[in-house]
Protein backbone atom coordinates (compact mmCIF):
# COMPACT_ATOMS: atom_id res chain seq x y z
CA UNK A 1 0.00 0.00 0.00
CA UNK A 2 2.25 2.44 1.16
CA UNK A 3 6.35 2.75 -0.53
CA UNK A 4 9.10 4.85 0.27
CA UNK A 5 11.92 4.65 -2.36
CA UNK A 6 15.02 6.37 -0.92
CA UNK A 7 16.58 6.59 -4.32
CA UNK A 8 14.49 8.61 -6.25
CA UNK A 9 13.63 10.32 -3.13
CA UNK A 10 9.40 9.29 -3.40
CA UNK A 11 6.72 8.50 -0.95
CA UNK A 12 3.91 6.23 -3.06
CA UNK A 13 0.58 5.47 -2.33
CA UNK A 14 -0.62 2.50 -4.13
CA UNK A 15 -4.79 2.96 -5.19
CA UNK A 16 -4.88 -0.81 -5.49
CA UNK A 17 -6.37 -0.84 -1.66
CA UNK A 18 -9.39 0.87 0.43
CA UNK A 19 -6.50 1.95 2.61
CA UNK A 20 -4.23 3.23 0.21
CA UNK A 21 -7.42 5.27 -1.43
CA UNK A 22 -8.14 6.24 1.43
CA UNK A 23 -4.91 7.64 2.26
CA UNK A 24 -4.45 9.63 -0.83
CA UNK A 25 -7.86 11.11 -0.22
CA UNK A 26 -7.13 12.15 2.91
CA UNK A 27 -3.67 13.53 1.58
CA UNK A 28 -6.13 15.33 -1.11
CA UNK A 29 -7.95 16.85 1.47
CA UNK A 30 -5.16 18.80 3.49
CA UNK A 31 -3.71 19.73 0.33
CA UNK A 32 -6.93 21.43 -0.16
CA UNK A 33 -7.54 23.16 2.77
CA UNK A 34 -3.74 24.10 3.04
CA UNK A 35 -2.06 24.72 0.01
CA UNK A 36 -4.72 25.42 -2.96
CA UNK A 37 -4.56 29.58 -3.51
CA UNK A 38 -6.67 29.71 -6.64
CA UNK A 39 -9.86 28.02 -7.62
CA UNK A 40 -7.89 26.42 -10.61
CA UNK A 41 -5.56 24.28 -8.08
CA UNK A 42 -9.02 23.46 -5.96
CA UNK A 43 -10.60 22.49 -8.81
CA UNK A 44 -7.85 20.12 -9.85
CA UNK A 45 -7.34 18.66 -6.29
CA UNK A 46 -11.08 17.88 -6.17
CA UNK A 47 -11.26 16.51 -10.12
CA UNK A 48 -8.12 14.52 -8.59
CA UNK A 49 -10.26 13.15 -5.24
CA UNK A 50 -12.92 11.92 -7.63
CA UNK A 51 -10.32 9.93 -9.16
CA UNK A 52 -9.20 8.81 -6.34
CA UNK A 53 -12.68 7.51 -5.12
CA UNK A 54 -13.73 5.86 -8.46
CA UNK A 55 -15.87 8.76 -9.56
CA UNK A 56 -14.34 9.26 -12.60
CA UNK A 57 -11.64 7.60 -14.85
CA UNK A 58 -8.35 8.12 -13.89
CA UNK A 59 -5.52 10.25 -16.36
CA UNK A 60 -1.74 10.94 -15.01
CA UNK A 61 -1.98 14.30 -13.33
CA UNK A 62 1.03 16.04 -11.55
CA UNK A 63 -0.61 18.74 -9.02
CA UNK A 64 2.84 20.56 -8.82
CA UNK A 65 2.22 21.78 -12.19
CA UNK A 66 -0.94 23.70 -10.77
CA UNK A 67 0.55 24.69 -7.55
CA UNK A 68 2.47 27.95 -6.89
CA UNK A 69 4.69 25.94 -4.67
CA UNK A 70 8.32 26.04 -5.99
CA UNK A 71 10.73 22.77 -5.75
CA UNK A 72 13.36 24.58 -4.59
Do not use: W
Not at 43 to 62: C, H, L
Amino acid sequence: MIRLDADKQEFVVSLKQDAGKALADMVLEVVYLYACTTEQSKAIVTQTSRMVKGDEPMVDINLADYSEVSDD
